[in-house]
């Protein structure tokens, strides 16, 4: 079976940085991907590794250890528009997304 | 816009009923993952669709099932309806080994 686990929530100042962690179990890994789902819209695509080390794609980047079973989506430059919950999810070897519960990020002013 | 579209996309049915939720996927993309919703939380795997074949399901009872036809848009059906049921129901649609999957806006369906 496949679990992940993430804060429920964090709360990081415009302007500042914010990491948002996820741990996972699995019986079989291809990569981890992060998904971010704004009250009311659907979950959108933001980022995946396949291997270890840090993706970067302009403010967003996430991070993967395999040995760890560890990984962390890290936001730059925090906009009031990022508020919204971040789901960290495991894609297995059967090609299944599992997600995570997620994660709600709180942007103060 | 992702290309992906649900329909309908509010429903209210009455407990005991039956439900049919239809999603097109986007153009090109082979396979299609149904997930179930709760209010706060993480999206819940229902099952996956690949070349019209179920690849796979995650903790949902037989009532919960599905269709995939061969253009790959999809249906997910749902007999005997309980109030447990209520929840947003999302349509991901992908290519096979894809890095992520793209997501329609969701149906959301309340059981009275």
């Known amino acids: 079976g496949q679990s992940l686990e993430q804060p429920s929530e964090v709360t990081a100042v415009e302007g500042a940085i914010v990491q948002m962690n996820c741990t996972y179990q699995?019986?079989?890994?291809?990569?981890l991907s992060w998904y971010q789902q704004h009250d009311g819209g659907a979950p959108t695509f933001l980022s995946y590794n396949a291997l270890d080390g840090l993706e970067e794609t302009g403010r967003f980047s996430s991070f993967l250890s395999r040995s760890d079973s560890y990984g962390y989506l890290l936001l730059q430059e925090l906009q009031m528009k990022d508020s919204a919950s971040y789901f960290c999810a495991v894609r297995g070897r059967d090609d299944k997304i599992i997600f995570g519960k997620g994660t709600r990020l709180h942007i103060l002013p | 816009e992702t290309g992906v579209t649900q329909s309908p996309t509010h429903l209210i049915k009455t407990r005991g009923q039956q439900v049919t939720l239809r999603c097109s996927s986007q153009s090109g993309h082979n396979t299609v993952s149904w997930y179930q919703q709760a209010l706060g939380q993480g999206p819940q795997f229902i099952f996956q669709y690949y070349r019209e074949e179920e690849n796979g399901r995650g903790n949902f009872p037989p009532r919960f099932s599905g269709l995939q036809f061969p253009n790959y848009s999809s249906e997910l059906n749902v007999n005997a309806l309980e109030l447990d049921d209520s929840a947003l129901y999302l349509c991901?649609?992908?290519?096979?080994?894809?890095?992520?999957?793209?997501f329609g806006q969701g149906t959301r369906l309340t059981v009275v």
């Open positions: 699995t019986s079989g890994f291809y990569g």
């Open positions: 991901a649609s992908s290519l096979w080994g894809d890095r992520g999957a793209f």
